[in-house]
């Protein structure tokens, strides 16, 4: 059995139905289709979904960036602008605003798609802070399936 590109890179952007399509060290791209799974109770997108997926991307493009070594997120912010609901989709891109080797800094943003499947309205906003340049555990094999579908 085959995975697909973002099972093997975020198992948990994989369980909601994302779908990474840019990987590289200054962009990080994909989309959601919205179900049941990723919203709340009145059937709209679940704000720690957005968080999810922007930590997901943000994660995968400081990675790529610091040359493949350990990162960590040490704070995330997140403004939501507007609602997608179900049936919705959204496009997410995460790029770089600062890529040091100890600290790096990533805007993500998510978009609903508008009828001509580009970005309309902006649905969310957010950056996130990752510390960068941390030794890599030796089981570590998450460098080797990045390595495979990044855009160097």
């Known amino acids: 059995m085959v995975k697909n590109k973002t099972a ?3 198992n948990p952007l994989h369980a909601i139905g994302f779908k990474i399509d840019v990987v590289s060290p200054v962009l990080v791209s994909g989309r959601l289709k919205i179900t049941q799974v990723c919203c709340q109770p009145f059937g709209v997108l679940h ?3 957005s968080a999810l997926i922007s930590e997901g991307l ?4 400081a990675h790529i960036a ?3 070594r350990r990162i960590a997120g040490i704070q ?7 609602t997608a609901k179900i049936g919705d989709t959204i496009i997410a891109e995460a790029t770089p605003v600062k890529s040091g080797r100890t600290i790096q800094v ?3 943003r998510l978009w609903k798609v508008d009828d001509k499947d580009e970005k309309g309205q902006m649905v969310a906003s957010s950056t996130l802070t990752l510390l960068c340049n941390l030794s890599q555990p ?3 094999a998450a460098s080797i399936t990045l390595k495979k579908y990044a855009k160097l």
């Open 76 to 82: 995330l912010t997140i403004n939501h602008m507007k």
């Open 58 to 61: 943000a994660s995968i493009g």
């Open 138 to 140: 030796d089981q570590a």
């Open 8 to 10: 093997e890179l975020d």
């Open 47 to 49: 704000g720690g979904i």
């Open 66 to 68: 610091g040359g493949f």
């Open 106 to 108: 990533w805007h993500v």
